[in-house]
């Protein structure tokens, strides 16, 4: 029996719908790719699942968030664990970020509690609260251009946004996919673009990979605000003006599958 190319299998797979599901089996792990890899060392502290790990810009710290609710932050290099602390979550945390020209001091953290916290780790103190998703937090995202905002996406289908610098404890939502997709839909995953921090990727339960931009739908927003006479930033009339999203799909996958989820979305190359 030959052996099988991936170059062959990636050919067949983009001309051949049926052949999706077995590339993905045969190709999820290989011999090759395993033994290549070798662990170096494991950090332990959490007492549950790590769901969540984040670099900082540098490369010398890892931020974890684990079931446990806390957060760690750990030197990889030397192996050793510089700091914990319980977050002040009620459930499992599913991720967790450094905020932008902070010092790597500030670390915001999202959870199955649908909290989002914002954490001064020098001190162990969590500094902000925002209660404002009604279903599970699943991702956090910042963006180096704008230091004090960041954003979250939820399993209420909501994508929010956070600036520090205003005295509400409240966020905006910036998109709710409930609009145009139905009660039902879930936001898993989001991602800013690092080299142009305008443009925000999203994924939820479905293939599409979802990708807006940020700057034409403030632009919209305040347009309709100032015509109104009155700022509303969430304006139920068309909050998302034409050409600020645009929908992707990969083309290999099949699309008999009864159910679809884009857990993950990423830029690349990321710099």
Known sequence: ????????????????????????RHYHVTDPFIKRL?????????????????????GDLLASGSDDQHVMVWDPLRHRKLMSMHTGHAANIFSVKFLPHSGDRILVTGAADTKVHVH???????????????????????APMWPNTF??????????????????KCSDVLIDLTEYCGQLVEAKCLAVNPRDNNYLAVGANGPF??????RMIHNHRKSLSQSAGVYTFCDKQKPIPDGAG????AGHLPVKLPIIITGCVCWWPPM
């Open 1 to 24: 029996m030959s052996q099988r190319n991936i170059t062959t299998d990636l050919l067949n797979r983009r001309i051949q719908e049926n052949r999706a599901l077995s590339f993905q």
């Open 38 to 58: 070798g662990l170096e060392a494991e950090l332990q502290g959490h007492t549950g699942c790590v769901n969540c790990l984040e670099w900082n810009e540098k």
């Open 120 to 142: 001064d780790i020098s001190v162990k103190e969590t500094i902000h609260m925002f209660s404002d998703h009604t279903n599970r937090v699943k991702r956090i995202a910042t």
């Open 151 to 168: 954003w979250s996406a939820a399993e209420d289908g909501v994508i929010r946004q956070y600036d520090l610098r205003e005295s509400s």
């Open 209 to 214: 990979v979802r990708l807006y931009d940020i």
């Open 246 to 249: 645009q929908y992707y799909v």
